[in-house]
């Protein structure tokens, strides 16, 4: 059974910094995707970053400049460096993997979330 465990989320002062991290456990193969995506109170579930495992990164645009999607395929591990937090990045921030198996078959996996809370 897959799993992606994120840490790193926490309160911080407008202008602060956080990280995130995802791990994925129980994994026997490579992730096509990694993302993240946060859901604010109220809001739908929005994109935040992506990355291939060919490196390629997305950004959504309120996040450009900000923030950093890195990824380390040897750990299964993805990164959120967030800087420069505004009080509208207060959000649960949920990591997601998707898998494209080699009958083009796509596995979505996601985390439980972690709460990221920017004060001003």
């Known amino acids: 059974q897959v799993q992606l465990v994120e840490s790193g989320g926490g309160l911080v002062q407008a202008g602060g910094s956080l990280r995130l991290s995802c791990a994925a456990s129980?994994?026997?193969?490579?992730?096509?995707?990694w993302g993240w995506y946060r859901q604010a109170p109220g809001k739908q579930r929005e994109l935040v970053a992506t990355?291939?495992?060919?490196?390629?990164?997305n950004y959504a645009d309120p996040v450009k400049g900000r923030f950093t999607i890195s990824r380390d395929n040897a750990k299964n591990t993805m990164y959120l460096q967030m800087n420069s937090l505004k009080p509208e990045d207060t959000a649960v921030y949920y990591c997601?993997?998707?898998?494209?198996?080699?009958?083009?078959?796509?596995?979505?996996?996601w985390g439980q979330g972690t709460q990221v809370t920017v004060s001003s």
């Open positions: 997601n993997g998707v898998y494209i198996d080699s009958m083009y078959r796509k596995y979505d996996y």
């Open positions: 129980a994994l026997k193969f490579s992730i096509n995707t």
């Open positions: 990355i291939t495992n060919g490196g390629t990164t």
